[in-house]
């Protein structure tokens, strides 16, 4: 393989740009198959479907964890995996991945679990918390290696393109096992006897399993993996710095477009009430519907899995209305979407409004971001469209600083409810009249 080595001149002589554009023609054929891809998805979802992060929640909160340090936890990790995202994507686009840290990786994952589980056993709530953000950072860097890939690779097997419908499938057998067992054998109850002498809770089962089927997964993305002929030789550090020094340089310039503008701050507030939702709405359905309906862990399973389904069919959707209404009125449909599931939580939380709620947070979720995507596409160019995908990636991460821990604090002192309805009402009251005013300075142009 030959190897530029760049990382002292390129500087000087070539902006991030080029390295973002830097291609190579000359490339092993991949000798991964659809099996391969198949195997790795059944096994990914299987064990994503076992530790659940709503189940995984709940558990936080039953060993002791106020509502508070769980917001922050799960914000940290978000920040950071997104952190870890932004600049996986800007490495891979010039280095070539390595077989030895992907498994060396996946060896830290496997212990990032056992710590878990260790940390649920023992109530050590910062034990608990910490695993939880490195699985979230690992994760993310293996999901990032499997994305490179995938997308080449559907290009030559188009049957790939129907995975995700077969990863919901073994998502949602996986979600029901895991909810089952976390029902019938809790964290202070019914136990499994393991041999003669030792009974441990349900979830010790479940993160072992996990385990298993992550490691079976990693050996998968081994095969998957392949060598592009040549690459640059820089270091993780020089990348970050030159992708912060192009945010530096494209946020003025974008932000002058009232557009983008606006695109960055719907996606950015939809962004974070979806993740204040991801962090409490489990936690609510368990608390509130712990005796009614499947029940416990059951009732967050099927919640869940009707949002999935609904996610399957919300991209057809999507881009019908686009294409009949337009991008900024469905823009504003799915803004009004997303905002009746935190608000349906708040004036009517029983399990019928709250199922048809998360059908409509999915699919507006899904008109928003293609409405965004589309109106993005519109008024910028391509190079200017990669740069503020660039930028936009690194500048959402700001308000989750302030917005994720204030949150965090309303859903401990204030309670769920009321932190459901200022969700809710920020995107109706704040979001919503900047579609409107978008479209009163562009006048009778068609956004």
């Known amino acids: 393989m030959a190897i530029v080595d760049l990382s002292d001149k390129v500087s000087q002589k070539t902006g991030n740009t080029e390295l973002r554009n830097f291609r190579s023609d000359n490339s092993e054929p991949s000798s991964a198959g659809i099996t391969d891809y198949m195997g790795k998805e059944f096994f990914d979802k299987f064990g994503f479907g076992l530790v659940s992060q709503q189940f995984l929640n709940v558990l936080f909160s039953q060993i002791g964890a106020s509502y508070f340090l769980i917001g922050i936890f799960h914000g940290l990790r978000d920040l950071l995996s997104i952190f870890t995202s932004i600049f996986m994507q800007e490495y891979l686009r010039i280095r070539n991945p390595v077989k030895w840290r992907i498994t060396f990786a996946s060896v830290l994952l496997g212990i990032g679990y056992v710590l878990l589980a260790i940390g649920l056993f023992n109530s050590n709530i ?15 860097y293996f999901g990032q290696i499997y994305s490179k890939y995938y997308v080449m690779d559907t290009r030559k097997y188009s049957k790939l393109r129907n995975l995700p419908s077969y990863g919901v499938f073994v998502l949602i057998i996986s979600l029901v096992f895991g909810a089952f067992v976390l029902d019938r054998f809790p964290v202070y109850g019914n136990l499994i006897q393991f041999g003669v002498g030792l009974a441990l809770p349900g979830y010790f089962l479940l993160i072992s399993l996990a385990v298993i089927c992550f490691i079976i997964s990693m050996m998968f993305l081994r095969r998957i993996i392949w060598q592009q002929k040549f690459e640059i030789k820089a270091s993780f550090w020089f990348v970050a710095k030159e992708h912060l020094q192009v945010v530096w340089r494209n946020a003025p310039v974008l932000f002058s477009n009232k557009i983008v503008m606006i695109s960055l701050l719907a996606g950015t507030m939809t962004g974070i009430v979806q993740t204040l939702g991801n962090v409490y709405y489990g936690l609510f359905i368990y608390k509130a519907f712990k005796y009614v309906g499947f029940g416990g862990y059951m009732n967050i399973a099927m919640i869940f899995i009707i949002a999935i389904v609904s996610m399957l069919l919300s991209s057809i959707i999507a881009r019908i209305l686009s294409k ?16 009746l599931q935190p608000l349906a939580y708040y004036f009517n939380p029983n399990l019928l409004s709250i199922s048809m709620a998360t059908v409509a947070g999915a699919i507006g979720a899904s008109l928003v971001g293609l409405a965004i995507g589309l109106l993005v596409t519109h008024a910028l160019s391509e190079d200017e469209r990669s740069r503020y995908y660039t930028t936009f990636s690194f500048l959402i991460t700001l308000p989750y600083l302030l917005f994720v821990p204030i949150g965090a604090w309303i859903a401990q002192a204030l309670g769920f409810s009321l932190l459901f309805l200022i969700m809710g009402s920020i995107l109706l009251v704040f979001v919503v009249p900047m579609y409107f005013l978008l479209q009163v300075s562009l006048g009778k142009r068609v956004a």
Not at 126 to 140: C, D, N, R, W
């Open 126 to 140: 910062l034990l608990v918390g910490f695993s939880m953000v490195g699985i979230g950072i690992i994760t993310t």
């Open 324 to 339: 009949k209404y337009g991008n900024l009125p469905v823009l504003t449909f799915g803004t009004v979407m997303v905002a």
